[in-house]
């Protein structure tokens, strides 16, 4: 097969790295890809956005399945356009890529079918919506509505800092147009989670559970990041707390989308508080968590590309995916000054020598070769320095042990990846 996967980011090289592993793969491509995913793919020099040029590249090269790793273009169409075309894609079409495109439109789906989440009302007016918050009071969350960036949740400790957020996206601009309507909803209590399927439209294949760390500094400190680490599997997530999200929140999902004429598939990562009373939603995202693909991806003992097929062919009934037992964990390295303001090109050296620890994979997040062809930073998390051993413990060490062995000076990372999972013995 000749298989497309669009995306630059550690996620892509992860499944770049397990597709370039399956013997059904012929021929790997990457677009746009990044240094170290060129070792596995040939690079297309095609941005994830430039939506008219992926498909034709894909038509020209009779491509047999395209792979989209990110949000934006699975909302902008990208697998509408390419099926059109008779292109075999793994995503969700634009109609149901909306889950993580429009906040508001999946609380309304979850209130029309009984889907457990924070009680919530949308607005468009500033003045009703701070009204609204006045009468709640606070805690309280506010939401931009549309894509941006996992900087569109303020989770407001005080009334007065829920409505300057209203008034930052509704009449600042702060989101541009994925901020002119909002989602006012209840502050949830409990410990956030994730869950991972895989949809073929009308059934869903959980994937193994992973837990992110959002905040950018250890003990989960300061500022939320797009993620600094993750580690699987979660002992906070039981099998029972697993089980009561799969029959509660994602079956009832997909077939609130079959019913409403927008078929799901591709991977549903749903975002979830476990609360006293069981699960509630928190959001859906349409894509392979990242970093949590990277860790997925190294216990992932099947090939990804049947897997992948049978999504886009309605066949996930009958099929199964088979994990190591091991544990694996990540250890994002960002640039210095993430996620604000990243110092971009600081050389990186010594990758070789974390690679070369059995067990540890490094995946590039945001890396170029310089005009001198050095590798340097080029993003705000830079490298996944991910590993697999029996436990999350010994995971931990070895990912740190690599963590150590590469030289990037303008680089950081968190030193804690894990902790909630160690804490508990
Ligand atoms: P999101 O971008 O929706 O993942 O939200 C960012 C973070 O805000 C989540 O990871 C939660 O920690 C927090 N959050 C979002 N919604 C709620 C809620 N209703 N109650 C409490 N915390 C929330
Ligand atoms: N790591 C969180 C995300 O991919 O949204």
Redesign the pocket.
């Known amino acids: 097969m000749r298989i497309l996967v669009v995306g630059s980011g550690g996620r892509e090289h992860a499944l770049c790295w397990a597709i370039a592993a399956s013997p059904l793969c012929d021929k790997l491509y990457c677009a746009p890809g990044n240094p170290g995913i060129a070792k596995l793919a040939e690079l297309v020099p095609i941005a994830a956005m430039e939506l008219d040029k992926i498909v034709a590249f894909a038509r020209d090269r009779a491509i047999d399945l395209l792979v989209v790793g990110p949000e934006q273009p699975l909302v902008a169409g990208l697998v509408d356009k390419a099926e059109d075309a008779g292109i075999k894609t793994f995503g969700p079409r634009a109609a149901a890529a909306v889950l993580e495109g429009s906040k508001g439109f999946t609380k309304d789906l979850c209130a029309r079918h009984g889907i457990p989440t924070?009680a919530y009302r949308r607005f468009t007016d500033a003045e009703a919506a701070c009204d609204y918050v006045a009468a709640k009071g606070a805690p309280i969350?506010v939401?931009a509505d549309g894509l941006a960036a996992?900087k569109?949740?303020t989770?407001a400790r005080a009334v007065g800092e829920a409505q300057q957020a209203i008034r930052d996206a509704l009449l600042g601009g702060r989101f541009g147009q994925s901020g002119s309507s909002v989602v006012v909803?209840?502050?949830?209590e409990g410990e956030?989670a994730s869950y991972f399927a895989l949809v073929d439209g009308a059934h869903a294949l959980p994937l193994v559970t992973v837990q992110d760390h959002?905040a950018v500094g250890d003990g989960d400190t300061g500022p939320?990041t797009g993620g600094m680490g993750c580690y699987s599997p979660v002992p906070a997530m039981t099998e029972a707390m697993a089980e009561a999200t799969l029959n509660r929140i994602v079956r009832p999902t997909v077939a609130a989308m079959a019913a409403e004429g927008r078929p799901y598939k591709g991977v549903l990562f749903t975002?979830l508080?476990i609360c006293r009373d069981g699960p509630k939603l928190?959001?859906f995202n349409v894509r392979f968590g990242d970093p949590e693909c990277q860790v997925m991806m190294l216990r992932l003992k099947s090939d990804i590309v049947p897997a992948l097929l049978a999504a886009c062919d309605g066949e996930l009934n009958s099929f199964d995916l088979r994990w190591h037992d091991d544990a694996a964990l990540s250890v994002v390295i960002a640039a210095k000054g993430y996620p604000e303001k990243p110092v971009a090109g600081g050389p990186i050296r010594g990758i070789e020598r974390a690679e070369a620890l059995p067990g540890v994979t490094v995946f590039h997040a945001g890396t170029k070769n310089d005009s001198q062809g050095r590798l340097v930073a080029a993003g705000g998390r830079v490298l996944n320095v991910t590993a697999r051993s029996a436990t999350v413990a010994e995971a931990q060490a070895l990912a740190y042990r690599a963590v150590d062995l590469i030289d990037f000076p303008d680089g950081f990372c968190r030193r804690d990846i894990g902790w909630r999972a160690l804490r508990r013995g």
């Open positions: 924070a969350v939401k996992g569109g949740v989770v909803e209840e502050f949830l956030i959002k939320n975002e508080m928190i959001e």
